[in-house]
């Protein structure tokens, strides 16, 4: 500005929407005065033409003003330069359309912008006297839902569009005449073209048409920041985001929709509207070769990309967008040279996520099955990968080989392929969800996986109606296992080594604790090769063959009757038994086995059966009825041999009671009873701590009739009650005196073995005059024996072993040495846990000193210093 503007006498307010040009003419006109004076009056520079004809508002004043000239034209009009700045179509910047380089042009290759000129309907300029909207300028106007028409594109006698030129500066401005140059020579230049563009016949269309609805839905769309209809919905997108959508799906409506489909898919009159050959308005030959990529020239070409775009976008979904997206696709896919998961990046720039997912979704019935899990189909928004190369490989750490056998069962169809086969196929495909990963990188990544064989099986799972489902079941297994940590390393587990696994004497040793018949070797292999597939997560023929690894589907095949034959007994102390090789390797802070939470399969239509809806009480019954129980149980259970397997490790059946018939297995029971109870250990029970028969049944699993067989083979006198057998409560003299007094036994445990009250074997003491010893600690038999003992002990000791039951806490102490909880010694030594631990406690009591660091999450209980001593010492005694 040269000159401070100056307050103009007379004052017109702009009207809502309308563009900065219209309104300077207004108020000329309102003043009756050459625009070029109200000008020169505002302070405007006016240029001049050859001639010296004043030349009017130049182009640029409507696409943005400076900050001066805001300020000028605010102040001159008395109105606030937030009110005139959005006069101009730099108030869309960012939404509808962007500017070029330098702020003062649209940048016509982006969001379909107008390089100049306007559309207009004639209505409006009728109504508000040749008023003009500066939403008319965006190359996204097209209809007028006011007067339900189709917007004109240019002047209908000289067949330019208006307002592409400045308006003469020479004359009162009449807006609703057309004021471009005229096109003969002879013409007035002041009052340009002079036609009335009021008079214009448009296309009038029906209530609730698409394309004055489409109008209404990008109108909203352009107001608003963020758009969040349809496939939006669930990830709002910015306006100029949506806005690009909207162009990329059209230019494929305008480029390569065969005039057929799209005379079937849209109202037919804006169909012959953009069928039509009525020329088009010059200059427009770049937009003519390329339809769509820039601005369409003409309204109903813009209303009919337009409203096919939203017939799309205006989906409730993004999968339904998809599906309709597909009929496009399958319309022009003549037209386009390829249509891949990319080929929508030519489409335009700036495309939204969300139409890249409606693209995918489209596009989900001809992808390969590994795309189709690649890029997440069946959820809410499929999209392209995001996990990086480091990111799979940590999520692969996460992932056995042979997969999780609760999920393997629900995903393996019962016929076709086989469970076995499918477990590493699902661990490759766990890999590949949100990821670039190829198949053949996955196989290699989850294990020694042939890619070829893992290409095959997808190919089936793929041909299964419950494919969806599967696929949705592994991307919600892959977004867990993403988003949480896991309880196992499974890339470690698979690089141990196994050689020390399970060897023959702990087998054999096994076998005798837990009363399992050890057979002849091939039993034996079956417990190391299912106990390293669990520990692993390698199939169990990755076992090398000196270990006893499977080699015939006939072996695999006997492997079904080993798991009828487990018993709880059994599986706990091959659990017990898996934690301590791990804890061999420092790994001390995994459990056996994991499994992901069956929570994640809700809802799902899955191939496989449920193992949690097997009767297991049923279960269990059938399997101890029949020679071959598991595939029996399967068949009457009406499920399949996979999930009975599944079902019997995780809850074993417990052992049958000995009938007749298994008589004859008595005498390998005596063995095993021999080589778990040998003579020293016996003594030291039945002898030394005075334990009755029936407690060491207990604690060693063996019947009191096969204790009393090993103790007379061992020559070890059974304590026996009264002789007199025949006379029902008598009790002789000799016995009580020996038992009682020289052996020092107390009343209830003479009692209790003659069958009889602890008052009455007191009776019989005063009949035969034997001096009962005082009441209390000091008259327990315990005390009495390990009194005069105490000098000859160590003196670590000895504290420990002058009390009551002092050599049985000594015991306990020495045998729960080898376990990592209290819990698990008291289980497995077959007492309550709360009468291990006050033992344990009494005897840290008694010794002054604690025995073992407690057991913590992740660590396993251990003794202390002190503790080892006192393990030393007792052992020496025992030995």
Same mark, same amino acid.
């Given at each position: 500005?040269?000159?401070?503007?100056?307050?103009?006498?007379?004052?017109?307010?702009?009207?809502?929407?309308?563009a900065?040009?219209?309104w300077?003419?207004? !108020?000329a006109?309102?003043?009756?005065t /050459?625009?070029?004076?109200?000008?020169?009056?505002?302070?405007?520079?006016?240029?001049?033409?050859?001639?010296?004809?004043?030349?009017?508002?130049?182009?640029?004043?409507?696409?943005?003003?400076?900050?001066?000239?805001?300020n000028a034209v605010?102040?001159?009009?008395? %109105?606030?330069?937030?009110?005139?700045?959005?006069?101009?179509?730099?108030?869309?910047?960012?939404?509808a359309?962007h500017?070029?380089?330098?702020?003062?042009?649209?940048?016509? $290759? @982006?969001?379909?912008?107008r390089?100049?000129?306007?559309?207009?309907?004639?209505?409006?300029l009728?109504?508000?006297?040749?008023?003009?909207?500066?939403?008319?300028?965006?190359?996204? #106007?097209? &209809?007028?839902?006011r007067h339900?028409?189709?917007?004109?594109?240019?002047?209908?006698?000289?067949?330019?569009?208006?307002?592409?030129?400045?308006?003469?500066?020479r004359?009162?401005?009449?807006?609703?005449?057309?004021?471009n140059?005229?096109?003969r020579?002879?013409?007035?230049?002041?009052?340009?073209?002079?036609?009335?563009? *009021?008079?214009?016949?448009?296309?009038?269309l029906?209530p609730?048409?698409?394309?004055?609805m489409a109008?209404d839905?990008? !109108?909203?769309?352009?107001?608003? &920041?963020?758009?969040a209809?349809?496939?939006?919905?669930? #990830?709002?997108?910015?306006? #100029?985001?949506?806005?690009?959508?909207?162009?990329?799906?059209?230019?494929?409506v305008?480029?390569?929709?065969?005039?057929?489909?799209?005379?079937e898919?849209?109202?037919?009159?804006?169909?012959?509207?953009?069928?039509? *050959?009525?020329p088009?308005?010059?200059?427009?030959?770049?937009?003519?070769?390329?339809p769509?990529?820039?601005?369409?020239?003409?309204?109903a070409?813009?209303?009919?990309? @337009?409203? !096919?775009?939203?017939?799309?976008?205006?989906?409730?979904?993004i999968h339904? &967008?998809?599906? /309709?997206?597909?009929?496009?696709?399958?319309a022009?896919?003549?037209?386009?040279?390829?249509i891949?998961? +990319?080929?929508?990046?030519?489409?335009?720039?700036?495309?939204?996520?969300?139409?890249?997912?409606?693209?995918?979704?489209?596009?989900?019935?001809?992808?390969r099955?590994?795309?189709?899990?690649?890029?997440?189909?069946?959820?809410?928004t499929p999209?392209?990968? +995001?996990?990086t *190369?480091?990111?799979?490989?940590?999520?692969?750490?996460?992932?056995?080989?042979?997969?999780?056998?609760?999920w393997t @069962?629900?995903?393996?169809?019962?016929?076709?392929?086989?469970?076995?086969?499918?477990?590493?196929?699902?661990?490759?495909?766990l890999?590949?969800?949100?990821s670039r990963t =190829?198949?053949?990188? /996955?196989?290699?990544?989850?294990?020694?996986?042939?890619?070829?064989?893992?290409?095959?099986l997808?190919?089936?799972?793929?041909?299964?109606?419950?494919?969806?489902?599967?696929?949705?079941?592994?991307?919600?297994? /892959?977004?867990?296992?993403?988003?949480?940590?896991?309880?196992?390393?499974?890339?470690r587990?698979?690089?141990?080594?196994?050689?020390?696994?399970l060897?023959?004497?702990?087998?054999?040793?096994?076998?005798?604790?837990?009363?399992?018949?050890?057979?002849?070797?091939?039993?034996?292999?079956?417990?190391?090769?299912?106990?390293?597939?669990?520990? =692993?997560?390698?199939?169990?023929?990755?076992?090398?063959?000196?270990?006893?690894?499977?080699?015939?589907?006939?072996?695999?095949?006997?492997?079904?009757?080993?798991?009828?034959?487990?018993?709880?007994?059994?599986v706990h102390?091959?659990?017990?038994?898996?934690? +301590?090789?791990?804890?061999?390797?420092?790994?001390?802070?995994?459990?056996?086995?994991?499994?992901p939470?069956?929570?994640?399969?809700?809802?799902l239509?899955?191939?496989?059966?449920d193992?949690?809806? @097997?009767?297991?009480?049923?279960?269990?019954q059938?399997?101890?009825?029949?020679?071959?129980?598991?595939?029996?149980?399967?068949?009457?259970?009406?499920?399949?041999?996979?999930?009975?397997?599944?079902?019997?490790?995780?809850?074993?059946?417990?052992?049958?009671?000995?009938?007749k018939?298994?008589?004859?297995?008595?005498?390998?029971?005596r063995?095993?009873?021999?080589?778990?109870?040998?003579?020293?250990?016996?003594?030291?029970?039945?002898?030394?701590?005075?334990?009755?028969?029936?407690?060491?049944?207990?604690?060693?699993?063996?019947?009191?009739?096969v204790?009393?067989?090993?103790?007379?083979?061992y020559?070890?006198?059974?304590r026996?009650?009264?002789?007199d057998?025949?006379?029902?409560?008598?009790?002789?003299?000799?016995?009580?005196?020996?038992q009682?007094?020289?052996?020092?036994?107390?009343?209830?445990?003479?009692?209790?073995?003659?069958?009889?009250?602890?008052?009455?074997?007191?009776?019989?003491? $005063?009949?035969?005059?034997?001096?009962?010893?005082?009441?209390?600690?000091?008259?327990?038999?315990?005390?009495?024996? %390990?009194?005069?003992?105490?000098?000859?002990?160590?003196?670590?000791?000895?504290?420990?072993?002058?009390?009551?039951?002092g050599?049985q806490?000594?015991?306990?102490?020495?045998?729960?040495?080898?376990?990592?909880?209290?819990?698990?010694?008291?289980?497995?030594?077959?007492?309550?846990q #709360?009468a291990?631990?006050?033992?344990?406690?009494?005897?840290?009591?008694?010794?002054?000193?604690?025995?073992?660091?407690?057991?913590?999450?992740?660590?396993?209980?251990?003794?202390?210093?002190?503790?080892?001593?006192?393990?030393?010492?007792?052992?020496?005694?025992r030995?």
């Amino acid at each position: 500005m040269r000159t401070p503007a100056r307050t103009l006498p007379i004052r017109l307010p702009p009207l809502p929407g309308e563009a900065l040009d219209s309104w300077l003419e207004a !108020m000329a006109r309102r003043m009756d005065t /050459a625009l070029g004076d109200v000008l020169l009056h505002l302070g405007f520079p006016v240029r001049h033409r050859a001639g010296n004809q004043f030349r009017g508002i130049p182009a640029d004043w409507t696409i943005v003003l400076d900050e001066q000239q805001t300020n000028a034209v605010a102040h001159a009009t008395g %109105t606030s330069p937030e009110t005139v700045a959005v006069l101009t179509l730099a108030h869309y910047d960012g939404r509808a359309l962007h500017m070029s380089t330098g702020g003062r042009a649209v940048s016509r $290759h @982006v969001l379909w912008g107008r390089g100049g000129g306007s559309r207009f309907c004639p209505e409006c300029l009728l109504a508000t006297g040749g008023r003009w909207q500066l939403f008319w300028r965006l190359g996204f #106007s097209f &209809a007028c839902p006011r007067h339900r028409r189709l917007l004109a594109d240019c002047c209908p006698h000289c067949g330019r569009v208006p307002r592409q030129r400045a308006r003469s500066g020479r004359s009162v401005p009449r807006s609703e005449l057309c004021g471009n140059p005229p096109t003969r020579p002879t013409g007035s230049v002041s009052s340009g073209c002079g036609t009335d563009l *009021t008079c214009t016949s448009t296309l009038l269309l029906p209530p609730g048409h698409p394309v004055l609805m489409a109008q209404d839905r990008v !109108m909203e769309i352009i107001d608003r &920041a963020t758009a969040a209809f349809g496939p939006y919905r669930a #990830s709002p997108q910015p306006t #100029s985001a949506v806005l690009a959508d909207i162009r990329a799906l059209g230019i494929r409506v305008l480029s390569d929709l065969p005039e057929a489909v799209l005379r079937e898919r849209i109202p037919a009159d804006i169909a012959e509207a953009h069928l039509s *050959t009525d020329p088009v308005p010059p200059h427009t030959g770049q937009a003519m070769d390329r339809p769509g990529f820039m601005a369409p020239p003409r309204a109903a070409d813009t209303a009919v990309a @337009v409203t !096919m775009a939203l017939s799309i976008l205006e989906q409730p979904g993004i999968h339904p &967008a998809g599906e /309709a997206l597909r009929s496009l696709l399958e319309a022009v896919r003549e037209e386009l040279t390829q249509i891949s998961v +990319t080929s929508i990046d030519n489409w335009g720039r700036g495309i939204s996520p969300v139409l890249q997912s409606v693209h995918l979704a489209a596009l989900a019935p001809s992808l390969r099955p590994s795309e189709y899990v690649r890029y997440r189909i069946t959820t809410e928004t499929p999209h392209r990968p +995001t996990r990086t *190369t480091q990111d799979v490989e940590q999520r692969a750490r996460k992932i056995p080989t042979t997969f999780w056998p609760s999920w393997t @069962v629900r995903l393996a169809p019962p016929e076709g392929v086989h469970a076995r086969a499918l477990a590493p196929l699902l661990a490759a495909l766990l890999l590949i969800p949100n990821s670039r990963t =190829s198949l053949d990188q /996955a196989a290699g990544l989850i294990g020694d996986i042939d890619g070829t064989e893992v290409s095959r099986l997808l190919q089936e799972l793929d041909d299964l109606p419950q494919w969806p489902d599967i696929a949705t079941a592994l991307d919600r297994l /892959a977004d867990h296992l993403d988003a949480t940590s896991t309880p196992i390393d499974y890339r470690r587990r698979r690089l141990l080594d196994y050689t020390g696994l399970l060897p023959h004497d702990r087998w054999l040793e096994i076998c005798r604790r837990t009363g399992t018949p050890p057979g002849t070797g091939r039993r034996e292999r079956i417990a190391r090769c299912q106990l390293f597939q669990r520990l =692993s997560g390698l199939p169990a023929e990755s076992l090398p063959d000196d270990l006893g690894g499977l080699d015939s589907a006939e072996f695999r095949a006997t492997s079904l009757r080993f798991t009828a034959l487990q018993t709880p007994e059994l599986v706990h102390v091959l659990q017990q038994e898996a934690l +301590t090789f791990l804890a061999s390797h420092d790994i001390r802070d995994e459990p056996v086995t994991w499994q992901p939470p069956a929570a994640l399969l809700a809802g799902l239509s899955l191939p496989g059966p449920d193992p949690a809806h @097997v009767d297991l009480p049923r279960l269990h019954q059938l399997v101890r009825e029949r020679q071959h129980p598991v595939q029996h149980a399967a068949q009457v259970l009406g499920t399949t041999v996979e999930a009975i397997r599944h079902v019997l490790d995780e809850h074993p059946a417990p052992a049958p009671p000995l009938t007749k018939s298994a008589a004859r297995a008595t005498g390998r029971i005596r063995q095993q009873a021999r080589q778990a109870i040998p003579a020293e250990r016996f003594t030291r029970f039945y002898l030394d701590e005075h334990r009755p028969l029936q407690q060491i049944a207990t604690l060693t699993g063996f019947s009191r009739r096969v204790l009393t067989d090993l103790a007379k083979e061992y020559g070890i006198p059974l304590r026996e009650g009264p002789k007199d057998y025949k006379r029902r409560g008598t009790v002789e003299r000799a016995w009580l005196i020996e038992q009682y007094v020289h052996r020092r036994r107390t009343l209830p445990d003479l009692a209790r073995e003659a069958g009889m009250s602890t008052a009455n074997m007191a009776r019989w003491a $005063h009949t035969h005059n034997i001096p009962l010893r005082p009441r209390g600690g000091a008259s327990h038999q315990t005390v009495l024996r %390990t009194t005069d003992e105490a000098e000859a002990l160590p003196a670590i000791l000895r504290k420990a072993l002058t009390g009551p039951h002092g050599r049985q806490r000594l015991a306990r102490f020495l045998a729960v040495q080898p376990y990592p909880t209290l819990t698990e010694a008291a289980q497995d030594l077959g007492i309550h846990q #709360s009468a291990l631990v006050a033992q344990i406690n009494r005897l840290e009591d008694d010794l002054g000193q604690p025995l073992f660091e407690r057991a913590e999450r992740g660590r396993a209980m251990k003794l202390t210093r002190f503790g080892k001593r006192v393990a030393a010492a007792a052992q020496r005694i025992r030995e």
